[in-house]
Structures are given as C-alpha cells and as structure tokens.
C-alpha cells in the first residue's frame, strides 16, 4: 500500500513540479512589464499578420506527418510493419501527454503502438530513444552552425540569460531557488536508483533485460536498407523545424529582416525551453523574446517597444504551435483505433524478433 501511494505522489510531482514553473515563468514573463510595455506587447498581438503564423503552423504539421512516416525506418529493421496512421496517432497523442507530463510521451508512443500492432513496449521504445540520438545530433548541427555564424551574439544572449534580463527587477534568486531543486530531485533520482540496483536482483534483471530490448531498438537503423533515406527524412524535418520558427518573423513588420543568426539563436533557445517546463510553458516565449529584444532593441529609443514586440513574437511561436498540437492530439486521441485485431497486425519476421 505505501508503494504505491508512494508511485502516486511521484507522478504527482511529474506533473506539478514542471507545470507550476511554467507558470511561474509565465506570472513573470508578464509581470515584468510595465504598463506601457503591455500595451506595446497586446498592440503588437493584434496588429501581426497571421497569414505566416498559419503558414508556419501548416509547415509543422507537414514535419510531423514526415517524422511519422520515417519512424517506419526504425521498426522494420527489427521486423514489424505498421500503419501511417498508427504511427501518427500514436505520436500526436505522445506530444500532447509531453504537454502535461515532459517526456512522458516517449513512453506514450511505444504503448499506444502495442495497443494499434502489438509491437512490443521495450522494442519500439529503443527506436524513440534513437530517434532523439539523432535529434540530439541534428541540434547539434545547428548550435555548431550558430557558434560559427554568430559566437559573440550566442554568448551575449546566454549571459543575460543567466544573468537575468534588465526587465528582471531582481528576481534571479528565485530562479536559482529553481535550479537548485531541479539539481536536487536529479541527484535523488540517482542515488534511489542505484539503491534499487544493488539491493533488489528482480528490479536489476528487469532493467538489463529492458535495455537490451531497447538496444535493439536504438541499433536499429544500422540494420535498416535504407538509412540513407531516414536521414534524408531526418534532415527534411529539421529543416521544416526551422523554417516554420522563422516564418513567424515576418508576422511583425520590425523583425521582417531579423537576421539568420538572430533567428537561430532564436530557435536554440527555444528548443532549451521546451526542454525545460511542460510544453515550453513559460519558458519558451520568454526565451525567445529575449532574443526578439537583443536583435531589435537597437531599433527603438524606448526599451519597452523592443521589449513589447520581442515577448509578443515569443509568445505567439509557442501559442501558435501548442494549440495546433492540442488539436492535432485530441483529434489522434478520438481516430487512433481501440480495438486491436490480430488479422490487421502488419508484422512480418516475427519469429526472428
């Protein structure tokens, strides 16, 4: 019984933990400004030109269309055929539990796919955890890029990134008050599962057994016949990643000529706030609009036209793509098949996997 409401009162801190600082950030993002900062920040909102905010949205459906049909490149290897839609489905329905709960759509994806195709958890899990090795990589290309194209800019942002912007007011002990927690609960994390591992033998087998499964999964692409067709899909989703973040610059007529290495500095810090509350709540528009104001602040005499236009660019990227995955998740969540039948079951070399 005490486990598990102990399970309980850890999947609670899952949720609560990230979400209450997405909207501490988001009290903050708008907090921070003043009167006429706000005016600037609604004016702006109103005022953009949506037809590239639809455009950008529509340039990420087609990125998760694509990224659901590479996925195909992972499974086959390792011997299972699936339906597009399954694998749409069951990915949109993943970004959506992302929302709620960061990163536990990962493990959303591979059990809906069991429930659509029977493949098994732990091997269609190895193939996710694959998938973001080369996400990581792709990432990684493009912040090498950024650090060619613009070091001194990429470390000016950082700097006042951790430093606190100027609209701030001081609040950077709250934010390392933050930090310190998030260390904490990762540390414990460790130490209880390295507890676990050296004094319970079931719990020891059940992870070795569990990660060979995903091994399988993650090597998976080096068995594919076609890998050079997973990368060519890989590149072509970050590619659309990209170009519907900058897209949405030409929405504001002062950042219709915002600079390339503007915009992915833009785009690194971003991802970074994703990263870090549940669905870039809080984080990511005022990341972004950080960004949006070291580039364009030189435009304006007044530091709250910069400030305003920047936090209003920021916050319309992450509304615009988190309403369209809201959407495009509860629409998965309605259409993906409840009713498995074993005749439909696609999968092929069962007896080799």
């Known amino acids: ?25 988001t009290w903050h993002f708008y907090n921070a400004m003043d009167a006429a900062t706000k005016d600037i920040f609604f004016k702006a909102i109103r005022e953009a030109n949506y037809f590239w905010i639809l455009l950008s949205m529509a340039l990420g459906f087609c990125s998760h269309l694509i990224r659901a049909y590479r996925w195909r490149y992972m ?28 990163r536990a759509g990962e493990a959303t994806r591979p059990a809906l796919l069991y429930q659509t195709d029977r493949i098994p958890f732990s091997k269609s899990f190895g193939t996710i955890i694959a998938e973001r090795m080369f996400d990581l990589v792709m990432l990684g290309i493009i912040f090498l890029a950024t650090i060619i194209l613009s070091f001194d800019d990429l470390i000016a942002v950082k700097d006042i990134i951790v430093e606190g912007a100027p609209e701030d007011g001081g609040q950077s002990e709250s934010k390392q008050w933050i930090l310190n927690i998030i260390i904490s609960v990762v540390v414990g994390g460790i130490l209880l599962f390295a507890l676990l591992w050296v004094k319970i033998e079931k719990f020891r087998n059940k992870i070795t057994e569990f990660v060979k499964d995903v091994m399988n999964g993650v090597f998976a692409i080096l068995k594919s016949k076609n890998p050079f067709q997973f990368i060519f899909y890989t590149i072509m989703v970050w590619a659309l990643y990209l170009l519907f ?29 994703l990263m870090f509350t549940s669905g870039g709540i809080g984080a990511y528009p005022y990341l972004v609009g950080i960004v949006v104001i070291y580039f364009i602040g030189d435009q304006f005499e007044a530091k709250e036209q910069a400030e305003g236009i920047g936090k209003a660019l920021g916050m319309i990227i992450w509304l615009s793509q988190t309403i369209m995955m809201i959407v495009l998740g509860l629409l998965s969540l309605v259409l993906l098949p409840r009713n498995y039948k074993k005749e439909d079951n696609d999968k092929v070399g069962a007896n080799q996997a």
């Open 1 to 25: 019984m005490a486990k598990s409401s102990n399970k309980k009162i850890i999947s609670v801190i899952k949720v609560v933990f990230p979400l209450a600082i997405g909207i501490y950030l």
């Open 75 to 102: 499974l086959e290897p390792i011997g299972y055929k699936t339906k597009f839609w399954h694998r749409y489905h069951a990915m949109m329905i993943g970004y959506l539990v992302n929302l709620l709960i960061p």
């Open 245 to 273: 973040f900058g897209i949405c610059f030409k929405a504001f007529e002062q950042t219709q000529d915002f600079p390339i290495n503007g915009v992915l500095i833009g785009f690194i810090a971003g991802t970074f706030g």
